[in-house]
């Protein structure tokens, strides 16, 4: 009976709103998509648009490039060339490729230097390093989470600190992993990386990108200073929130009674906009590049337009470590951990951040 009732829990979601503009001085956007280092979708959505610029098109081309190494042992990510090269002179991240964070070992490295590793029991003690047990473990602890900091370590390559993690990495407990690798800095060559690691199997990657004019498209009414919406004049955020989930995901939003895949329907009040235009990116994206295609949306508006609102949604990886900053990430029954902007003309902003069971409410 126990096992039943927990087969018939619903997992824990969790869905944070706020408002702001984007020329207030505690306006949080730049923090929030700062610290949200692992996003492998950028979708964003603009009503009453048939077409995007030359400037906007050319920036989503520019989202990349990441990198896939195959088989790379972990220490190599410790070495002191490695942190000259890439930490100290930009931002990198790494990212375990094809783990799953509740059953495999998993590692992510962060653009502060942070190395973080999420390993099973029996690894986990064969490394010997000091670790903590993962705040998602249950009663039976399964899952140990390492922290270690390049940065500091970095200071120092003859501490015994850096030995023993060395020693660990390279002989007590040898770690390979198949890795997603992104690097921003605008001072050095693209091709720095792949001949950084071409004693290994690299690949480059461009990020891939989905260009679509949506017709006819029912869109909800929004007033900015309204999160819960007002009877008949505007919708509710979360509201919004659903009725984006079903665009990106291509419901039809018709209602037909003889429809037996959805009977959900554009929320209310609503008007239909002849065109909007969609543009989802797939790949390994870094936060800088996010903040670029932002600032980019924000200025949508400087010369008039008819659309009184546009999107900006990110989600992460399923399996990363971390959701935002350093708090611990874990996948239960979804994994998910995204955030949406919608900009509205007066640059007025909501932001929404979603999380699932095992994870810590979003900053």
């Given at each position: 009976m126990a096992t039943l009732r927990r087969l018939r829990e619903v997992p824990r979601h969790l869905l944070v709103c706020e408002k702001s503009n984007f020329g207030n001085h505690k306006?949080?956007?730049?923090?929030?998509?700062?610290?949200?280092?692992?996003?492998?979708r950028v979708s964003f959505l603009i009503p009453e648009c048939g077409i995007l610029s030359e400037e906007l098109k050319n920036l989503v081309m520019q989202t990349g490039p990441y990198y896939f190494v195959k088989n790379l042992p972990l220490h190599e990510l410790i070495t002191h060339e490695f942190i000259s090269t890439f930490i100290k002179k930009g931002s990198c991240c790494a990212l375990t490729y094809n783990t799953n964070i509740d059953e495999d070992n998993a590692v992510a490295l962060l653009p502060n230097g942070t190395l973080i590793l999420s390993l099973d029991k029996d690894t986990y003690e064969e490394t010997g390093l000091q670790g903590r047990p993962s705040q998602f473990s249950g009663r039976k602890i399964m899952k140990f989470i390492v922290s270690i900091d390049l940065?500091?370590?970095?200071?120092?390559?003859?501490?015994?600190?850096?030995?023993?993690?060395?020693?660990?990495?390279?002989?007590?407990?040898?770690?390979?992993?198949?890795f997603?690798?992104?690097?921003?800095?605008?001072?050095?060559e693209e091709s720095t990386m792949m001949s950084y690691f071409s004693k290994y199997q690299i690949q480059e990657h461009q990020p891939k990108v989905a260009l679509s004019t949506l017709r006819d498209l029912q869109c909800p009414v929004l007033q900015s200073s309204e999160l819960e919406g007002t009877p008949d004049v505007s919708c509710r955020a979360l509201e919004l929130f659903d009725w984006l989930g079903a665009v990106f995901s291509n419901v039809d939003l018709n209602n037909e009674p003889?429809?037996?895949?959805?009977?959900?329907?554009?929320?209310?009040p609503s008007t239909?906009?002849?065109?909007?235009?969609?543009?989802?990116i797939t790949g390994f994206i870094l936060p800088e590049k996010i903040c670029l295609?932002?600032?980019?949306?924000?200025?949508?508006?400087?010369?008039?337009?008819?659309?009184p609102w546009v999107t900006l949604s990110v989600q992460g990886f399923a399996d990363s470590p971390v959701s935002w900053g350093k708090n611990e990430h874990g996948f239960r029954k979804g994994g998910e951990h995204l955030y949406n902007f919608v900009i509205f003309n007066n640059q007025d902003y909501?932001?929404?951040?979603?999380?699932?069971?095992?994870?810590?409410?979003?900053?």
């Open positions: 306006s949080r956007h730049r923090h929030i998509i700062q610290t949200h280092y692992y996003n492998y940065m500091e370590l970095s200071l120092n390559l003859d501490s015994k600190k850096y030995e023993r993690i060395s020693w660990s990495f390279k002989e007590k407990k040898p770690l390979k992993f198949d997603l690798l992104a690097w921003h800095n605008t001072g050095s003889n429809s037996f895949i959805s009977t959900y329907c554009c929320p209310q239909v906009v002849a065109k909007a235009y969609l543009c989802t295609l932002l600032e980019h949306l924000c200025h949508y508006y400087d010369e008039p337009k008819l659309a909501w932001l929404q951040m979603a999380v699932g069971a095992n994870d810590h409410c979003p900053p």
